[in-house]
Structure formats: structure tokens, C-alpha cells
């Protein structure tokens, strides 16, 4: 019998904290030893990791894979989303079970593992969204916390799944007690409903006025609420794609008052600007997402935050849509263009790219960012999340050397564009390996559908 299933030799290991030069010992999906030389004669599987970076899995917080939205669904369902994540470094998402009106949770998590069974390449948890809140659905969130299913999202927009303040209240005194986390997209309803309906009355049509129909006071006021009401309840908060500087802020101020208060943002929002509406014809519609891309001072101040560890994760609200025969169910009004735009491939790349090799974070933020922070605050901490001994073995190999000009033929992603078209990257992964499984090896697909199993979550950490 061999002493190892695998050995990773070589490689420049980094983890949220270090970085340093050593091999990585591998035996049924868990890392048994971490040397400067292991004896890979004894090893079934050996990776030269030479001059390459060795991560841990990248964990994606923040996708929408098969999931119902604006009249259609998202094109990238659980086998090519998660083929799309591995190409790009991702071991593990946490998608959402979306709960319908007059439904359980359980119905909802029921639905999503039937989408998700069999199909994942990369392991995945669910968080849940919760849309229609009353006593059953409290005692449900407490037994479904002790279940593996710790977070919750709520709308504070979006007719039809919006959820006012008094639910906002009850689910985090629920989570606090339980030890739960909730999570929120905080944008303004009332702003954007009057916005809408003007620019609509108006005769603004133009994808661009889905952008000026959510402006940043209508973020910073939801997020500012949230903020509010979650100290009142003395309870731990996390914001989803937060896009500007004023929400920015406020976190900032809660967080410097020690708050448990946590944000992620998304590679659109660092990378993208609000310019890219004004894209000829309908191409605008590719970036129609909620919220919305915002102009460059912001995008300055969220690398900012990221710096300073007032942001503590980039997910990316992979949501995608077909340009044809999606998007384009808006042609004759912006509001009826399905909110989301594809990123789930690239998220490393492009933070590493842009942040890493800009100087603008370090390579052990980076790590901590894409991986160690999601892990934490989402309950896989140190099984996920880290290169240490008894971790799973979900390792990405990323040789900084690769460059290139980014195009949709590169990726992955089930859908007609990628918003980051012409984007130059520097680094890419070149192996991903999930609980001691290749998943992808030198560009090629080697990993097994179903593969990917469900995990279950426990223990939160604020961060
Ligand atoms: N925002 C999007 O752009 N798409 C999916 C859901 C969301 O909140
Ligand atoms: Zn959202
Ligand atoms: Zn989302």
C-alpha cells in the first residue's frame, strides 16, 4: 500500500498567513504531512508544482446556479457551473435554496439538492433565502442551523422576494441565539420602485437606466439599516456584493466600533465602471446586475477596503444570462433584463491579476480573501479553507507565469459573454484538486460529475 495517494512536490505554498517552499503529502482526501522533501516514490499520484503557487481551494460564497429569475433561469446549472469554477481555482461554492412563497425551507433545500445531486464536480453547501417568514419558518431556521445549514440570505429589495425590517429583526435574534448568520442584499426598495416607474413613464428604456434606478443612497440607506438593526440585535451581519463607498463606510464605522459586521464585494464592482452601460445598442444589458457597476471612485475604495480588511471576501454573484434569448427579454425595457452576469471562472485570475500583481493586496490576503475568510465566516474552517495537516486536500495549483488576453472561447461559463472580454490576466491555475481528486490538470477536465458532495456547515467565525 502506498503511503500517499498523492504527493505535491515544489511548490510555493501560501496560506493566510505564509509562504513558504514545501511538499504536500496526500492520503484519502485529506493533507497527512506537509515537508520540505516527501519521498514521492511512495506516492500513487506525483504534481511537479516547481515555480508554481500552491493555494487552497478557492470557496465561492456567493453563485446562482439553475436558479428561477426574472422570468427565466440562470444558464449555468450545477454540472457546467461547477466544471466553470474548477477551470478558475474554485473547490467549493455556497449557492442559494431560494424559498418560494407559501413554502418551507426544507421544500426549498429539497429542490436545490435535487438540482445539485449528481451533477457537481466541486463540493457545495446552500445557504437559504428567505422570502416568506412566519413562527414555522423561525423553528425551521433553528433546526436547520444544528442541520449544516447556517446562513441565511434576505432581500431587502426585489418585489416578490423582498422581506421588510420586522423579518430582518426576527432572523437575527434567531441566528444570534442559534448561531446563525444572516446575510443581506441591502438596497432600498421604495428608491428604486419610484425610479423604475419614472424612468419607465418617462419613456428610459436603455439598459442604462437599470444603473440610475438604483443609486448608491439606495445601497448605502439598506446597508446602513441592516447595520442598525443588527447592533440593536446584537448580532452578527454579513452584507452581499457590496458595490460603493458610502455602504463602504459604514461597515468601516460599525466594524472600527468592533461590530460583527461583515461584506464581501465582487471582481464586477473592482474591475468594472458604470461607463460600460453606455456599450452600443443592447450591450449594455450584459451588465445589468443589482447592484449595479458604479463609477471609478468607487471601485478605488472598495480595493481600499479590501486592503485595509474592511471588505473580508470577493465572491461572485455568478448569476448568468444569455445576451440571446435571456438578457434580450428586456430589449424593449431595462427592468424586464434578468439581473446577473457571469464570473464564476475568473474570480482568481482577476483578483490576482489586478490585486496581487498590482500590489494592492498580498499574496496571503488573496488567499485570505478567496478562500481562508469564506471558510470562516461560512463554518468549513480548518477543514476548508487552509493548507494544513487534516485539512481536506482541495489545493490549487496557479503558475503565475501564464499570461493572457481574456476571451468567452477561454472559459467555461454556459453563456454567449463574459463581461471581462479583452481583460489582460496574469496567473492562472493549472491544476485543481478537490479532497485529494485532479479535477482539472493542464486546461483538461479529469474530474468525475458527482463527484462534488454537500457539505454540511457548522461553527461560523466573524471574522
Ligand atoms: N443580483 C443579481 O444581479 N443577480 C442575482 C441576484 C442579485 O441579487
Ligand atoms: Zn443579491
Ligand atoms: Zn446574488
Known amino acids: 500500500m502506498k503511503a500517499y495517494d498523492m504527493v505535491i512536490k515544489n511548490g510555493i505554498i501560501v496560506t493566510a498567513t505564509d509562504v513558504y517552499k514545501a511538499d504536500i503529502g496526500i492520503k484519502n482526501e485529506k493533507i497527512i504531512e506537509i515537508a520540505k522533501e516527501i519521498d514521492s516514490n511512495s506516492a500513487g499520484n506525483v ?21 428561477p429569475f426574472g422570468g427565466t433561469v440562470s444558464s449555468d446549472n450545477f454540472e457546467t457551473g461547477t466544471v466553470a469554477a474548477a477551470y478558475g481555482g474554485t473547490t467549493t461554492i455556497i449557492d442559494f435554496a ?19 445531486q449528481g451533477k457537481a464536480f466541486i463540493d457545495y453547501g446552500f445557504h437559504i433565502a428567505i422570502t416568506d417568514m412566519n413562527d414555522e419558518i423561525l423553528d425551521e431556521m433553528k433546526e436547520l442551523i444544528k442541520e449544516g445549514y447556517p446562513s441565511f440570505k434576505l432581500f431587502m429589495t426585489y418585489e416578490g422576494l ?7 429583526l426576527k432572523a437575527l435574534l434567531l441566528a444570534k441565539e442559534e448561531g446563525g448568520l444572516i446575510c443581506v ?20 428604456t436603455h ?25 440593536f440585535a446584537n448580532a452578527p451581519l454579513y452584507i452581499v456584493h457590496l458595490s460603493c463607498m458610502e455602504a463602504l463606510k459604514e461597515v468601516t464605522y460599525a466594524r472600527n466600533r468592533g461590530l460583527p459586521i461583515m461584506a464581501e464585494t465582487c471582481p464586477q464592482y473592482l474591475l468594472l465602471s458604470e461607463e460600460r452601460y453606455e456599450e452600443e445598442g443592447f450591450n449594455g444589458a450584459k451588465y445589468v446586475m443589482s447592484p449595479p457597476l458604479r463609477s471609478s471612485e468607487h471601485l478605488q475604495a472598495l480595493w481600499e477596503g479590501l486592503k485595509c480588511g474592511q471588505l473580508q471576501v470577493v465572491s461572485t454573484d455568478h448569476c448568468p444570462f444569455f445576451l440571446k434569448g435571456q438578457k434580450d427579454l428586456g430589449k424593449d ?45 461560512f463554518g468549513l474552517y480548518p477543514q476548508k479553507g487552509t493548507i494544513a495537516i487534516g485539512s481536506d ?55 468525475q460529475k458527482g463527484y462534488g458532495k454537500f457539505l454540511k456547515r457548522k461553527n461560523l467565525m466573524v471574522v
Open 98 to 116: 431560494l424559498q418560494s412563497k407559501g413554502e418551507s425551507l426544507k421544500k426549498a433545500l429539497e429542490i436545490w439538492h435535487n438540482k445539485a
Open 185 to 204: 442584499h441591502a438596497e432600498n426598495f421604495y428608491i428604486i420602485d419610484y425610479l423604475v416607474k419614472k424612468f419607465i413613464r418617462e419613456g428610459k
Open 333 to 377: 425595457s431595462f427592468d424586464k433584463i434578468p439581473n446577473g452576469a457571469p464570473g464564476i471562472e475568473l474570480r482568481l485570475a482577476l483578483l490576482f491579476s489586478y490585486g496581487v500583481m498590482t500590489k494592492r493586496i498580498t499574496l496571503q490576503q488573496f488567499v485570505e480573501i478567496i478562500s481562508t475568510n469564506p471558510a470562516k465566516i
Open 47 to 67: 504534481i511537479d508544482a516547481t515555480d508554481k503557487y500552491v493555494f487552497p481551494g478557492a470557496i465561492d460564497v456567493h453563485t446562482h446556479l439553475d436558479m
Open 207 to 231: 439598459p442604462k437606466f437599470h444603473a440610475l434606478s438604483r443609486p448608491t443612497i439606495a445601497e448605502w440607506e439598506a446597508v446602513s439599516r441592516a447595520v442598525k438593526i443588527a447592533q
Open 393 to 447: 486536500a482541495d489545493l490549487v495549483i496557479f503558475d503565475p507565469s501564464i499570461e493572457r488576453r481574456v476571451t468567452k472561447e477561454l472559459l467555461h461559463e454556459n453563456v454567449d459573454y463574459t463581461p471581462y472580454e479583452g481583460f489582460r490576466i496574469t496567473g492562472l491555475p493549472v491544476a485543481t484538486i478537490v479532497r485529494g481528486e485532479v479535477v482539472i490538470k493542464d486546461g483538461k477536465l479529469v474530474g
Open 162 to 168: 423582498r422581506v421588510n425590517d420586522d423579518v430582518l
